[in-house]
């Protein structure tokens, strides 16, 4: 088990959802969350932010991140995550007491040494690699959510987190930190089907349940509703899957290479680097953990 204080970099997004989800029910040592733009804008998301926060009880420091790509205009993906983000579901409402992105610095600063993991655009940590390069040695790996080889979910051959922000992605794959790059070509394989989800989550959703178990099921299930619609085969879990990867690496196979990201966000692997690019999973068993999950929060 991993022991060092985590900082998840997140734009909620049902997929991050359920991954802070995951991260509070599999015990991951959060001491930071910080919000971005992507999925939706970023009042939606820091507000889901704070909101998740107080409503899984994972008691973590909040820091209201960027609300724009370092370059560009950026874009959202209300048709996917819908208005606010997480499906149209309603979380009560938790006190805000984030700091604003300076504050990034000074908690890895604070923590020493600390593991990151994001789920959206990579525009935070570029920022504070670019305004405090010496930074990184606070940084012990990155496990990233993002990038795409053989699939793309955005035009010109990207994904979306990289696309969001290519500028920023370029920063941080360049920086020589640890990465874990957990892309698409994985998370694809990761898709639950009706009847998994079924398993999962129950053959119901009852929109009067609000407890965590019952209010997760229901993003979960507007996550399959939507990934159908597209012609995915199942729920697509990307963020939930990197945080298990970052658990579990023994699950997950990957090569080290250096990844380049071009102006549009696309990806291009070349052997001999530091960076672990995943490429293959162990499907049945991170399942299992996130049956565990839901399980757990009975």
Known sequence: MRKLPVIIDTDPGTDDAV?????????????????????VNGSYTHNNVVNLN?????DANIIKGADKPL???GFTAEEVHGENGIGGVILPKAKDNAGDISQLYHTLKQLGKSDVITLGPLTNIAYVLREHPEVKENINSITAMGGGFEI????????????????????????GIDITIVPLDVTHKVYLTKEELQDICGFEIDKTDQSVVGVMSEIMYYNYKISVAKKDDGALIHDATAVIQYLHPEYFDGIYG??????????????????????????DLVIERLKFCFTKGH
């Open 19 to 39: 991954a802070l989800f995951v991260a509070k029910a599999l015990n991951v040592n959060v001491d930071t969350i910080v919000s971005v733009c992507g999925n």
């Open 54 to 58: 107080g409503f899984l009880s994972l």
């Open 71 to 73: 370059s560009g205009s």
């Open 152 to 175: 793309s979910n955005i035009p010109n051959n990207a994904e979306f987190n990289f696309g969001c922000d290519p500028m920023a992605a370029d920063i941080v794959l360049s920086s």
């Open 258 to 283: 250096t990844v380049t990201v071009d102006n549009y966000g696309a990806t291009t692997f070349k052997d001999g680097g530091n960076i672990r690019v995943i490429f293959d999973v162990k499907r």
